[in-house]
Every structure is written in C-alpha cells, then in structure tokens.
C-alpha cells in the first residue's frame, strides 16, 4: 500500500501507535518511525511526544496537524483520480473530424472503446481540414482527423492512416458512363460539382496540376447532397473512396487517370500533453489502420444495372 509520510503521521496520530500503524500498512514499526521523523525534519519541529502511555501530539503537532491531515485528503484523492485515469473512468476525448470518416471510420471505433471504458465521454466535432487542424493546434481538441498538409504546416505531432483516392462520380446514361476511366479533361467538358474542402481542396488542386480549368457549377459542403445532385443530373463530381462505400446506389463510379487523392492523418498537440485517455484512443485507431489500407470499410457493392467498370 502506497502512503506518504504525511498519511503515514496522520494514522499515527489517530491510533497513537507505531506498531499498530505497522500492522495496519504492512511497514514494519521502524519503517513508520522513520516516516515520522522524516516530516518532523521537514517541518522544522517536534509533532509527536513520545510517552510511555503512547503517543500524543505535541503543542506544535496539534496546531499543524489540519494543514496535514488537509496535505493527506489531498494526495488521497490524487491517488483516486490517476486510478481513475487509468481506467479512463469520467474521461473526455474530443476529437475533430470530417463526413466520411465519422460516418465510416469512427463508429466501429467507438463501439469498441466504449465497451472496454464504458465512463469514457467523447465529443466530435465535424469541420474540414484546416479547421480541424487549428482547432488541435489551439488545444480546442485533443485529436484531429485532417490532412497531412494542414497539420504538418502548423506543426502538429501526425500519425499517416491512410490515402483516400477521389473517384469520378456520373449518373447512369452519361456520356461517361462506359468507360472504364475518365480524365480531368473528360470531367473538365461536363458541369462540375465540387466537395468544399476548404482551401485543402484535392479536386481543385489536382485540375490546376494539369492545367485545365474545370467548369464548376456548385460548391457545396454535404457528400450526400452531392450524390443526390448527379442523380438529378445537375452534374458530375470527385468523391472519396471512403466516403462513395455503399452510399454510391444508382450511380457509376470511376477511376480517375490522374488520380488525386488526400492523405488522412491523426494529429494532436504534443504527445507529452496529449491526456491519458486520448493517447489511449489514437493508439486504437493507428492500431486499426495498420491492419488494413481500409480496415473499417465494406467490401464495395455492385448496383443494380451498373456495369463491370463501377464494380
């Protein structure tokens, strides 16, 4: 059993005994002496009178004895709450994070963390990458799903997961429709509809790269308002792998020649900082997305009338 000196006077002083505070701690009857007289030179006087009758508190030991015992109510609750800690019992971890991995990445997550810390309490917080990445930065979180750019550029600690390829998304009957892969010089001919990312936008990006401007008709920040657009025929679009699993019902996917892609990381403060629980979450989820390029997503459906090139 683990007591301090000032637990260890504490009990003395009640019992009015060495010996029996010995039993009761498991020390042995000069191991607790010791204690005593280690806080006595600490404190610069005398705090028991050694009698033949027991122990008694001297003038001194009586009028220090509340800051003492107030010394030891406090070390005990410390001690509670790094046990507490330790289970993660009552524990906060806010995470920052964007559509397609909190509907398929972090609900796994949490269900499994949940079971094995059921006083865990986590609060998520949905934004785009910069914002989640100076969110972290400014201790608003304790751990951010962003790009690796963003993160790196206000230097975060970071932990790679995974790249998300973006994929060209057409209704069925598009001109698009047939082919196996399209180009951004295909899609640049066609009404675009662009993912808002921010200023970390990979679609946009990656038509700059190559030189071609796109014709974009809307900019919209919701994935699934997206899909339902293309299925309108307002227009086609650059979607994520992640995100396109099992939402993509009724339409074509394709690969794009160029292939853009962001690259997803967990970022945080600085591990030294980083709380307990927290640490112990972003552990988890690395751990997961070593197993598997895509560990958390189902295998990818055929639709219904969709040709071989969506598969």
């Known amino acids: ?36 007289k ?5 404190l610069g006087c005398t705090l028991l009178e050694r009698r033949r009758d027991g ?15 107030e010394v030891s109510r406090a070390e005990d609750a410390l001690s509670r709450r790094q046990g507490e800690l330790q289970g993660l019992e009552g524990s906060e971890i806010s995470v920052g994070t964007f559509t397609s991995v909190s509907r398929n990445v972090l609900p796994p997550l949490l269900k499994e963390f949940k079971e094995a810390w059921p006083g865990v309490h986590f609060v998520l917080r949905q934004g785009e990458y910069t914002s989640i990445a100076e969110w972290v930065r400014s201790g608003e979180l304790d751990l951010g799903f962003t790009d690796v750019e963003d993160a790196t550029s206000l230097g975060l600690e970071i932990q790679p997961l995974l790249a998300d390829e973006m994929m060209a998304v057409v209704p069925h009957g598009h001109r698009l429709a047939r082919r196996r892969t399209v180009s951004l010089a295909d899609l640049a ?4 509809i662009v993912l808002d990312e921010g200023e970390s936008s990979v679609a946009l990006h990656a038509f700059e790269a190559a030189g071609i ?4 008709e809307y900019t919209v920040t919701d994935d699934y308002s997206i899909l339902q657009m293309v299925r309108e025929g307002l227009g086609v679009t650059l979607l994520y792998e992640l995100m396109l699993s099992n939402y993509d019902a009724g339409l074509l996917t394709k ?3 160029e292939h853009p892609k962001r690259s997803i990381c967990l970022a945080w403060r600085s591990e030294e900082t980083l709380p307990v629980a927290s640490r112990r979450f972003a552990d988890k989820v690395i751990s997961a997305c070593r197993e598997a390029p895509y560990p958390f997503v189902a295998p990818r459906r055929q639709v219904a009338g969709a040709n071989l090139d969506n598969i």
């Open 1 to 36: 059993m683990r007591i301090s000196r000032y637990g260890v006077f504490v009990r003395v002083a009640e019992e009015g005994s060495f010996t029996a505070v010995a039993h009761e701690l498991g020390y042995t009857q000069s191991a607790i002496s010791q204690q005593v």
């Open 38 to 42: 280690s806080l006595e030179a600490e």
């Open 55 to 69: 122990l008694r508190l001297t003038k001194d030991g009586s009028s220090l004895m509340p800051y003492i015992q």
């Open 189 to 192: 001919q066609e009404p675009l």
């Open 213 to 216: 401007a796109p014709k974009v």
């Open 255 to 257: 690969r794009v020649k």
